[in-house]
């Protein structure tokens, strides 16, 4: 498994499935789930409405994954995983490994070779950019997985630049 970091937009990631920073409707909302319902066209829409009125009739719950089409994007599958928001008084980091850990796990059972990951909640859940990595990177490198390629897509080059340091900082540490 390699695992790459890059700045850009993860709607026209070449990939076989994307991974949604997703609300628990399902539904479409604002950032990365926003955008990739935008870019994915009525068909991940649909499934979305398919699985509330089915088996998540009061939502996903916050650290599962769920994949339904890609429609209109590159990619094969839109794998939605919610993120927890994050609190100062709660360590919620094992939800948010759960979300790459559910969502590799998925892919890998879809048949997948790839996949982008958004850092997930570090928008509007509000955490830290530095953690979010340094959750992702961790719950990433200790999953075994058929996934060959596994894309983090960072929304900015600043973003980038603390995802390498998180990076070459784990790498020392192993």
């Known amino acids: 498994m390699r695992i790459e970091l890059v700045t850009g937009d993860i709607t026209v990631e070449r990939?076989?499935?994307?991974?949604?920073?997703?609300?628990?409707?399902?539904?479409?909302?604002?950032?990365?789930?926003?955008?990739?319902?935008?870019?994915?066209?009525?068909?991940i829409?649909?499934?979305?409405?398919?699985?509330?009125?089915?088996?998540?009739?009061?939502?996903?719950?916050?650290?599962?994954?769920?994949?339904t089409t890609a429609g209109r994007l590159s990619a094969r599958w839109v794998i939605h995983t919610v993120g927890p928001v994050f609190s100062e008084d709660e360590?919620?980091?094992?939800?948010?490994?759960?979300?790459?850990?559910?969502s590799l796990a998925i892919a890998a059972?879809?048949?997948?070779?790839?996949?982008?990951?958004?850092?997930?909640?570090?928008?509007?859940?509000?955490w830290p950019k530095e953690d979010a990595v340094a959750q992702a990177l961790a719950a990433l490198h200790g999953e075994p997985t058929t996934v060959e390629l596994i894309r983090l897509v960072l929304f900015d080059e600043q973003t980038r630049q603390i995802a390498e340091r998180v990076h070459r900082d784990s790498d020392a540490d192993q």
Do not use: M
């Open 15 to 43: 990939v076989d499935a994307i991974v949604n920073a997703a609300n628990s409707s399902l539904l479409g909302g604002g950032g990365v789930d926003g955008a990739i319902h935008r870019k994915g066209g009525p068909a």
């Open 45 to 67: 829409l649909n499934e979305c409405r398919d699985l509330r009125a089915s088996r998540y009739g009061r939502g996903l719950p916050v650290g599962q994954a769920v994949a």
């Open 91 to 102: 360590d919620r980091s094992p939800l948010l490994r759960s979300c790459y850990t559910a």
């Open 109 to 126: 059972s879809l048949g997948a070779r790839s996949i982008a990951y958004p850092l997930i909640s570090s928008g509007v859940y509000r």
